[in-house]
């Protein structure tokens, strides 16, 4: 098959369109004929070198964790699977034509979804689910979403209205025209000093950002209130121990995925796909997504 390898860490440039050997699926294995993977952050930090004191790369390695695509065959003991289904996962090396993925976080793309576009939900979908659900937050309660008219944070606003809370986007100045079509009850701009000191007391806040803008706002947080955030605790958390601080590092489950991507189906959360790349153009696709403002990009084998 044609994959992309790494095999040492860098920029964009040491992401090479090779040859490499069929992945075989195991026992619980399913093997996967990719019809897009999408790029993720993740992706081009690992590539860097910036994970790999938690998740290293071996090399020569694949990369890439988004897929969606057709299953070609299973392993022993597997039966939820068989060839021809349609699926799509959080996987391992899925910059790649082909693609080993575990039964168990394995799941069956929702009828009419299509294919390739749903490569770009697994990973950010389930991610903006999950850092909502970190704050605990209830119907009639107020939560600023940080980052807001990106992916993990549109999920994340989906979700919050969907338990009843009062959303605020939180975005940059120059987002805030975007911000007004993510669905949240108020747009406010974080890089805007006087907005930050103006907001009322929240009950949570679910912040994709990180850096100065968390410390800002975990100011702004009540007192047992919960700040989730998926870029670490606020640097000047040690100041506000009322506020309960939790790092979300999302994990599979199924029931969520599907959840979220048939919202995406019917048109209550978009997750816009800026970009359709041909595989072998992975640093290219690598190097716009680093430089970020722009939305999901697909590498389709």
């Known amino acids: 098959m044609k994959a992309i390898v790494v095999r040492e860490y860098g920029g964009p440039e ?33 590539r860097a070198g910036l994970t ?20 070609v065959s299973v392993g022993p003991g597997v039966e939820a699977f068989g060839a021809g289904n349609r ?13 080993v993925v575990k039964a168990d976080v394995l799941a069956d793309i929702p009828e009419g979804l299509e294919l390739i576009p749903a490569a770009a939900l697994p990973l950010v979908t389930t991610t903006g689910n999950q850092l909502l659900s970190a704050t605990g937050i209830k119907a009639g309660q107020t939560v600023m979403v940080v980052g807001a008219v990106g992916n993990v944070g549109r999920s994340a606003v989906f979700t919050a209205k969907g338990r009843g809370a009062t959303v605020i986007a939180g975005v940059l100045k120059r987002q805030t025209d975007e911000a007004k079509a993510v669905g949240a009850d108020q ?49 000047n958390a040690a100041e506000y121990p009322s506020v309960k601080t939790v790092f ?9 995925l599907q959840f979220m991507a048939e919202a995406v189906r019917d048109g209550k959360l978009v997750i816009p796909i800026s970009l359709k790349l041909p595989l072998r153009k992975a640093a290219a696709a690598q190097a716009a997504a680093e430089k970020g403002g722009i939305g999901k990009i697909l590498l389709v084998p």
């Open 187 to 235: 747009v406010v701009a974080t890089d805007d000093e006087s907005a930050i000191a103006s907001l009322p007391l929240l009950d949570a806040v679910a912040d994709t950002v990180g850096g100065s803008t968390a410390a800002k706002l975990i100011a702004k947080v009540k007192t047992g209130g919960v700040f989730a955030s998926v870029a670490g605790e606020p640097q």
């Open 14 to 46: 040491v992401l090479k369109f090779e040859e490499y050997p069929d992945p075989v699926p195991g026992r619980g294995e399913v093997l996967v004929r990719i019809a897009a993977a999408s790029v993720n952050p993740i992706d081009f930090k690992r």
């Open 87 to 99: 699926v799509f996962a959080m996987a391992d090396n899925t910059y790649a034509e082909l693609c």
């Open 248 to 256: 979300v590092f999302s994990h599979f489950d199924r029931g969520t």
């Open 52 to 71: 790999k004191d938690f998740y290293p790369m071996q090399f020569p390695s694949l990369i890439g964790v988004d897929m969606a695509g057709t299953v």
